[in-house]
């Protein structure tokens, strides 16, 4: 029993930063129905920005973290200002095939800045191991959690209580009639871009408390596009407990089985529940009207 | 009039003849594909931006240092070696492609390579209809030296003399003949043949108690601890990257364990060590055939002054840097046996009566023949040292030389 829920446990830790990543995902798909294959690469990005803040200016890790984030935040209107906005209107294909040139000019970036090595952060979160009732956890995955836990506290609030958010929901759900009434589309587009470059650089700073930093953390912020079609892809809260499904899975898949199993697994689990529940565990159905 | 039209024109002629004649251009001869009148083209396989580049990329600019070493020193026979690598981002259905771009595309006179035992494993059987040889660099699996592939060079010892080794001197780390052995892999075709290496060297006190799988990339071990705890092993027998030993140095910390690893070549760096107490990071040992910066030895000298000048002196205490540079080294020497016009056929034979080849001890020395074609036949385990971010060798060479069985070579 104690080795399963350490099993959960420790998938709880890593599945919260797939959520907040796959939150990023669900913040820009909803808003702008354009799937972004670069969020991953912002991922990484975030990591590596951390990284060099670390290392050329010698800043402690809390103190890096606010000057990520404004950096990521104004990273991401760029996003919005050079690449989304122009292609607005575009088909999808073709607005999803400029994520991907966006991801592979992102990683070209950091390549050519900090080369393919991989490198670690010479400073971290405090990272003591706890033992509770036999099952251990460590502080950084209690840290973890706990942003994730904040993470869907704000977003869930500013949705519902704040007037942006009110807009921003407006938008999602039919971009066209909310102009008509006066939100300002263009706006509420550069702000889900801000929030998901965002959110997926936390993701790329609590990674690297995780594990060394190389250009194949962008990989594993791929692992949070299942974690959101399985919460639903226009669910914020979906996309966390999507994430958090993903990590625990993955987890019991291999700590039972093993590790090669588990990718299948989980594949295997998001199959099925979208054969049973299309719109994903929180996603509601679409309805049209005539 | 007409008598000197013709002359002019014959004039002409003869000028293009002799320009044709005097041109440096690629060499016309279907049979030295990769050489011109001064350049020779050596191609690399290799991963440079997937999961393992951390382990891989040191290799190419170990390659890279020696090859400029010798052009700077004047080439070989007037020619100097250009380098053309191709990265695989360890994926076969990358590296086959690069592959054929060496053969023909842009075609080369020998490969240096196939790093990745996956694309080793795909690309090996191709070596014959392709008649190019092929000298490895950090992997030489089973099926490409037993039965002997005429075309591929084995540099780097086989995982049954890792293994070998391996238990050897884990006898000696838990200081017990009789221990429990686990196996952590990453799935690939290398790992599955580690695993039933251990396996069948399972006897005589050695007791076999399972293996887990960490893929390329994972994010966390929690989960395959957890089932290396179930085995509670004397030791651990590891194969796979150096970031994989990082997260399970990490998660040994969190979970208070304190599993001995003992690797094969080339799983180490020091990028395994990075970000861990040494506690928990000293619990990581690896088998090599390479000697690193600051051991010293009769090449060091060189080594580091070609690293310094091709820009890469921050590699030289890397292992795998040094195996590079060592396989540069190797080639060089080979396509300087092949003779004024060196050819495919040429390097090829030219690498199979390479005897006692020394690479200022940088490395053993190495040696091949018609019925061995694995060059290098000796390891001596690392550990790293913290406190001078550098390795140091447990004993020597000489010390394990007892243990290795040439499984595959008889």
Known sequence: ?290 | MHSKLGLALGAVAITAVALTGCSTGPSTSADSPGVTADTISIGTISDQTGPTASIQLPWLHGVQSAFDKVNKDGGINGRKIDLLSEDDKYDVAIGQPAFKKLVSQTPTAAIMGLNTSNVQAAITPLLKQSAIPLLSGQATIKEAVSPINPYFFGLTPTYADQVDVILDYAAKRVDKKNFTVAVIDNGTASGLEVEDLVKERAVDGIKYAGAVVIEAGAASVDAQLQTIIGYDPDVIVFHGTSSAVNLIARAQEKFGTHYPLIGIAPSGGPSAFAGVTPEFGNLYEYVQWATPFPIKVKGTDDMVAAAKAAGFDKETNNPDFVAGYAGGLVMAQAIKDAGDDPTRKSIRDALEKLDDFSTGGLTPNVSFGPKDHVGVQSLVPLKWDYSTSAFEAIGSYEDYTDAITNEYQK
């Open chain 1, 1 to 290: 029993m104690t080795e399963f829920i350490q099993l959960v446990v420790s998938g709880l830790a890593i599945g919260s930063i797939y959520g907040l990543i796959a939150l990023g995902f669900v913040l820009i798909y909803k808003s702008t129905d354009v799937f972004s294959f670069a969020q991953g690469d912002l991922v990484m990005v975030g990591a590596y920005l951390g990284f060099g803040l670390l290392t050329w200016l010698g800043i402690p890790f809390l103190a890096v973290i606010p000057i990520v984030l404004v950096l990521a935040a104004l990273l991401g209107l760029a996003i919005q200002r050079f690449v989304f906005k122009p292609m607005m209107g575009s088909p999808l294909l073709i607005m999803v095939m400029a994520t991907i040139a966006l991801s592979l000019l992102l990683r070209g970036v950091v390549v050519i800045i900090w080369g393919t090595g991989a490198v670690t952060y010479p400073s971290t979160l405090p990272n003591v191991a706890l033992d509770i009732f036999g099952v251990k956890i460590a502080t950084v995955d209690l840290i973890i959690m706990g942003v994730t836990a904040l993470a869907i506290l704000i977003f869930g609030l500013f949705f519902r209580l704040t007037r942006v958010g009110l807009h921003m929901r407006a938008i999602a759900e039919n971009s066209e009639a909310a102009a008509v009434v006066g939100i300002n589309a263009n706006r509420m587009f550069s702000l889900a871009l801000l929030i998901g470059t965002v959110t997926a650089a936390v993701g790329g700073l609590l990674l690297a408390n995780l594990q060394l930093v190389s250009t194949n953390i962008s990989e594993l912020g791929l692992l949070s596009f299942p974690a959101a079609v399985l919460g639903g892809m226009r669910s914020i809260p979906g996309s966390v407990v999507g994430g958090l499904i993903i990590g625990v899975i993955g987890q019991l898949a291999t700590g039972y089985i093993n590790g090669t199993a588990a990718t299948a697994i989980t594949f295997g689990v998001l199959l099925v529940v979208l054969l049973l529940r299309p719109q994903g565990i929180f996603g509601s159905k679409g309805v049209v009207r005539a």
